[in-house]
């Protein structure tokens, strides 16, 4: 590349298959794709886009199930020069026209399994592509050339939640993704001699895992589901040597009974949500390895992962990446000494460039630089971080994340409710689940399956409440806001 040419991320497929133009890139349902041919799928997919209308700056969401398509699109509308919105195939038709909404997307591409679709779609009519997509264009926002005009470079757009309430849409440049996944290929030590078994959802995971991974030149073995039977089905077929999972797929994987072996696998991460140590121990006692933390957040990367010092304290996340920061501060941004619980603060390579909505640039929602990822945490005098709880009201569901404004917004919206109050409760198996606290109207009367039939046809699966109470009354401050634990 000409040094004067701007970088784009779509460069890591390119230059792979020149490296490694026979190493298989992907393995999914529908077969085996080298890096050569992963690279024709994606310049021939860029090709179509740009024909279709698709240009440097618009915004296009691709919305679908974890596969080689997924992968082929998202650097295809990079390579355009167009912002790439990785989207989940759950979203229900009301997220979906709110991402839209909030993000101005331009265009829409997805996929078959797709739980909605819009109107005035046609089929992307693409051989490289190996099953059916649609394309949706947004004529109402033409008049909007650019998805971020503030970040002129931008590469990828992912938001921290839902569409509504706190979450906030991160903005990532080609040149922060080219950092950031610099840093995370060091981190996780990570070569073409890897296979790495994916059970994540690429909607939410896809910079310091897909495209790192990529860039690494490794084999991505996307699994057909997350049964423990599968997940070692796979992983003894292709010979995988890597494992990036959440700590429900971990707890699956103890629990099996079967006395198959990970016989291939070189390291195990745990990464989405913490993992406790009884979790790890199970694993360890099952497959004879141990199990490492890695602490990804989307406006940063991946800023702590444990190692071997860790194998006494399964619990901890780690220490910090090389390249990267990690302190613990109080409400003062003073530094708090070794073994305090504070706030937990992140800085180093390939930070976020910026929020979409309402637009702010980093520099105005850091502090000297840090980060405040919102995790109340400790720091030994060694380094080593465990946290401790969270500052903010999120609620993790399996590595999904879930804010409680946007389940109450749409149980507030049903006919019988005058107000709700959302929060988490442990899951043995999901790590966290939802838990409503319903004030139903005066006079009504309603069951628990009527508000639940009610959030699936707004919500995605995973905020659904699987606990409701309903209450008399909900604790409220002065001002009105209701006062969560």
Request: hydrophobic share 40%; net charge negative.
């Amino acid at each position: 590349m000409d040094s004067m040419t701007p970088f784009n991320v779509s460069n890591f497929v390119h230059e792979t298959s020149m490296r490694l133009p026979d190493h298989v890139a992907v393995y999914d349902h529908n077969g085996v794709v080298t890096y050569k041919q992963l690279s024709d799928k994606v310049n021939a997919s860029a090709q179509w886009l740009t024909s279709s209308g698709i240009s440097r700056g618009m915004g296009v969401g691709v919305m679908g199930v974890n596969s080689c398509d997924f992968i082929v699109l998202a650097f295809a509308v990079m390579q355009c020069g167009a912002v790439v919105l990785p989207l989940s195939s759950q979203l229900s038709e009301e997220e979906l026209i709110n991402t839209v909404r909030v993000s101005k997307l331009h265009f829409l591409l997805f996929d078959e399994h797709s739980k909605v679709g819009l109107d005035s779609t046609h089929s992307v009519d693409l051989s490289v592509l190996q099953s059916k997509w649609r394309l949706q264009s947004f004529d109402y926002i033409n008049s909007i050339t650019t998805i971020a005009p503030h970040v002129p470079d931008a590469a990828l757009i992912r938001f921290t939640s839902g569409t509504t309430g706190s979450a906030k849409g991160v903005i990532l440049s080609h040149q922060t993704i080219n950092e950031r996944t610099a840093a995370a290929a060091a981190s996780l030590q990570l070569s073409e001699q890897d296979s790495v078994l994916w059970v994540l959802s690429m909607a939410f995971h896809f910079v310091v895992s897909i495209i790192t991974y990529v860039r690494c030149g490794c084999s991505i073995i996307i699994n057909k589901d997350f049964l423990a039977s599968a997940m070692l089905e796979e992983a003894d077929r292709y010979q995988a040597t890597f494992i990036y999972a959440s700590p429900m797929h971990i707890r699956l994987l103890a629990n099996d009974r079967s006395g198959k072996k990970l016989q291939h696998v070189r390291r195990v991460i745990s990464t989405s949500t913490g993992i406790s140590a009884d979790q790890c121990e199970s694993f360890y006692q099952r497959f004879g390895m141990h199990v490492h933390q890695a602490y990804g957040i989307i406006e940063v990367g991946l800023p702590v992962i444990s190692d071997d010092r860790c194998r006494q304290h399964p619990d901890a996340i780690g220490f910090a990446a090389p390249g990267y920061e990690a302190d613990i501060f109080d409400e003062k941004m003073n530094l708090l000494p070794s073994g305090e619980t504070g706030l937990f603060a992140v800085k180093g390579p390939g930070m976020f460039d910026a929020y979409l909505d309402p637009p702010a640039l980093r520099d105005d929602v850091t502090s000297n630089g840090w980060f405040m990822t919102g995790d109340l945490a400790m720091k030994k005098a060694d380094g080593m971080i465990t946290v401790m709880g969270r500052k903010k009201s999120l609620i993790n569901v399996a590595g999904n994340k879930v804010f409680p404004e946007d389940v109450e917004t749409v149980i507030n919206r049903h006919a019988d409710v005058t107000s709700s109050r959302i929060s988490g409760f442990h899951h043995p198996l999901l790590g966290e689940s939802v838990m409503a606290e319903i004030v139903l109207k005066d006079g009504v009367s309603t069951d628990p399956e009527a508000i639940r039939t009610w959030c699936k046809q707004h919500l995605s699966s995973y905020k659904v409440p699987q606990k409701i109470i309903f209450t008399d009354s909900l604790p409220m401050t002065a001002s009105g806001k209701i006062i969560r634990g």
